[in-house]
């Protein structure tokens, strides 16, 4: 999983990339379409797709005579789940930082309780 995330956060580095994936959650294209709105040639803007094919973020299908770029929502849920994991345990942090602070606005002390590991048992 770290492998495909590292390759996935490593293609959505460069902002050419991120804008074609942001283009296409819109819907599928071709390589001339998402290449229009650049000023760089057809084979820079297949090479940027061929690094996010990669990484797994996009995939091509063949449709007659078209070759549609599809986004894979999958690659991006994943992302989402990594990041979110680690927004969590933050936000806990801080929720404990805040029942501190507010502990210590109640009792004027400027020192955090010492809590002891049976504080809040039962007797």
């Given at each position: 999983?770290?492998?495909?995330?590292?390759?996935?956060?490593?293609?959505?580095?460069?902002?050419?990339?991120?804008?074609?994936?942001?283009?296409?959650?819109?819907?599928?294209?071709?390589?001339?379409?998402?290449?229009?709105?650049?000023?760089?040639?057809?084979?820079?803007v297949s090479k940027h797709l061929r690094?996010?094919?990669?990484?797994?973020?996009?995939?091509?299908?063949?449709e007659a005579q078209r070759r549609p770029?599809?986004?894979?929502?999958?690659?991006?849920?994943?992302?989402?789940?990594?990041?979110?994991?680690?927004?969590?345990?933050?936000?806990?942090?801080?929720?404990?930082?805040?029942?501190?602070?507010?502990?210590?606005?109640?009792?004027?002390?400027?020192?955090?309780?010492?809590?002891?590991?049976?504080?809040?048992?039962?007797?």
């Amino acid at each position: 999983m770290s492998d495909q995330l590292s390759k996935v956060f490593s293609a959505l580095a460069d902002p050419t990339r991120r804008d074609l994936v942001s283009r296409l959650a819109a819907g599928d294209a071709t390589v001339g379409a998402l290449a229009e709105p650049y000023e760089v040639s057809l084979q820079a803007v297949s090479k940027h797709l061929r690094v996010l094919e990669d990484a797994g973020l996009v995939s091509r299908t063949r449709e007659a005579q078209r070759r549609p770029v599809h986004l894979e929502a999958q690659v991006l849920h994943l992302m989402t789940r990594w990041i979110e994991r680690y927004a969590r345990k933050a936000e806990e942090r801080y929720q404990r930082l805040d029942e501190v602070l507010a502990e210590l606005d109640e009792t004027g002390d400027t020192r955090p309780r010492q809590h002891t590991p049976t504080e809040g048992q039962a007797s």
